[in-house]
């Protein structure tokens, strides 16, 4: 992958990054769902730190002639693994009061979470260094980790 390329990518992470950080806040303000609340909160907190990496990265390279120099990324956080819900404390009739229909917003995170993970996995398979390569798998990792709890949500309110 040719460096435009790769900086071409990087910023539409930052994008994504950002809207998810965005699309989860708002939703963690106007649910009416405790769990929910704090799960989605640290969702955004979790995507603005992505996005803060991200930006730090491309300054780093600017800054440094041509070199990426990325920041330690923690493990990724397993987000209600031994729950059968692990987003919502409530059933899926009793939030039929919410702004958005909450299955439907469950489904587009995921979809979200889906998009970031395939574009850091080409990025970590772009040949580049190896923090790079590290960096990317990382940030695939904690999005995966989200996206497993979505799906698991979202199966949960389907009755499976």
Known sequence: MEIDELLKSIRLAIQLESEAALYYKQAALKTNDELARVVLMQFSQDEEKHRRMLEYAVEKYYL??????FPEISPPVDYGKDQLSPLYSKKLAELAGEPEP???AVKKFAEAER?????????????QEENFRKF???????????LAALEKQAMFFEGG
Do not use: M, P, T
């Not at 998009?115 to 040949?127: C, F, N, Q, V």
């Not at 798998?137 to 980790?145: D, M, S, T, Y």
């Open 64 to 69: 440094q002639s041509g070199r990426f120099d």
């Open 102 to 104: 909450v299955l439907s």
């Open 115 to 127: 998009k970031a993970i395939l574009l850091y996995r080409k990025l970590a398979d772009s040949k």
């Open 136 to 146: 990317f798998i990382a940030l695939a990792e904690w999005e995966e980790r989200h």
